[in-house]
């Protein structure tokens, strides 16, 4: 089976679906890997280190996707890209079917196969091959340093000679993967946290990093897969009554609030960013799926008086390396469910295949997908 690694072409994005050591592991199972040159430039893996591992380099995108029967990507592929497979070939990313639909149409008329590890269920068996928690580990991360480095004042408690510097006040908000690395990254630099999640069972991973938890007078809103369920507007509301006074008091908010597949949660108003000292910071984790912050905008720094909001996008693309490192072991893994023998053969009884294909031998395979475009149609 031959798999193909192409240079990432969305604007902004550094990162590459599979690193130079993930190639003899892949040849391993009879997977023969052909990378386009530069394909790992932006995370700084030369072209001489997928040779020196076995890969095949071509010069052009169209070698890399003209013979692979799987074609392994971040983010989705365009239209472009599409059109430049073989027919009934597979292939792999992170994407969001419902907001690319001409991508589908294109998938179809190709019976191209694809796979969104966005959608891969969350059983312990899938774990190796969740991307999203390997991302979600790179945002927090770097939600703090951003938070750190633009906040006006230390993260730690200092003492000298010149007097005590009080440590600096985190609030994080969801506490799913990327909130707690937030949550530790934050306690490594020495900050005060504290952080609150819809969810009961968030209380002792918090608690277990050092931080404190919020407790609010609200109703547990766990969903399916452990993931937090969308909330009527009347929690919503209630909810932002009683966390005003938690993000009034802080220096650093790092909202990471997400449901797969929906809008952002507003959990920070602007009259709560307004209630914020001077020189605080909002990062929004969340900015680029609506916002969890009312006056996040996508990829700006907004200035609400003497606070910042930050909608950052695309955190892990600014930690390419190890982002990179993360994803191609989730590749590999998901990789080994479609080779079979060193053939593509996905099991599509498979339930980590069933919850991750979206279109297939022309059709479109996901439901929830499905439906959008029936009802368009209608």
């Known amino acids: 089976m031959q798999v193909a690694v192409p240079r990432e072409t969305a ?42 591992k076995g890969a095949e380099l071509v010069q052009q995108a169209t070698g890399a996707f003209g013979g692979a029967e799987v074609v392994c990507k971040v983010q989705a592929p365009t239209v472009s890209e599409a059109g430049m497979m073989r027919e009934g070939c597979a292939v ?13 149409t294109i998938f179809n008329q190709r019976r191209i196969t694809s796979f969104s590890l966005d959608l891969l269920p969350r059983i312990s068996r899938a774990q190796s ?8 580990t790179v945002s927090g991360y770097r939600a703090v340093l951003i938070g ?31 909130g707690l690395q937030a949550i530790a990254t934050a306690r490594r630099l020495g900050a005060v946290v504290r952080a609150y999640d819809v969810r009961p069972a968030a209380r002792d991973e918090v608690k277990s990093l050092g931080a404190s938890f919020v407790e609010l007078e609200l109703e547990a809103q766990e969903g399916e897969g452990g993931y937090a369920k969308e909330q009527s507007e009347d929690f919503l509301a209630r909810q932002r009554e009683l966390i005003g006074k938690e993000v009034g008091a802080a220096d650093v908010v790092i909202t990471t609030a997400a449901i797969p597949g929906r809008k952002a949660p507003v959990l920070v108003t602007a009259e709560m960013v307004h209630s914020m000292s001077p020189g605080s910071i909002v990062v929004d984790l969340a900015a680029e799926s609506g916002g969890n912050c009312e006056l996040s905008k996508p990829g700006e720094e907004v200035e609400v ?29 998901f990789l080994g469910l479609l080779a079979h023998d060193g053939a593509l053969a996905p099991d599509f009884e498979d339930e980590i295949i069933i919850g991750t ?15 959008l475009v029936e009802g368009g149609r209608s």
């Open 305 to 333: 008086g003497d606070v910042v909001v930050h909608g950052v996008r695309n955190l892990p693309s600014s930690m390419p390396m190890h982002a990179s490192f993360l994803y191609s072991r989730n590749i590999a893994e």
């Open 129 to 136: 091959m969740d991307a999203l928690s390997s991302q979600a």
């Open 92 to 104: 792999v990313s992170l994407f969001q079917p419902a907001a690319d639909l001409e991508l589908l």
């Open 148 to 178: 750190a480095s633009r906040l006006p004042r230390f993260f730690p408690l200092l003492m000298t000679a010149a007097g005590t510097v009080p440590p600096a006040k985190v609030l994080v908000l969801g506490a799913g993967v990327a």
């Open 357 to 371: 294909c979206v279109t297939h031998d022309g059709e479109i395979r996901h439901a929830p997908t499905r439906e």
């Open 11 to 52: 604007a902004g994005e550094r990162r590459v679906a599979l690193v130079p050591d993930m190639v003899p592991k892949l040849e391993a199972q009879g997977i023969k890997v052909i990378v386009e040159s530069g394909a790992g430039s932006g995370a700084f893996f030369r072209d001489a280190d997928y040779e020196a």
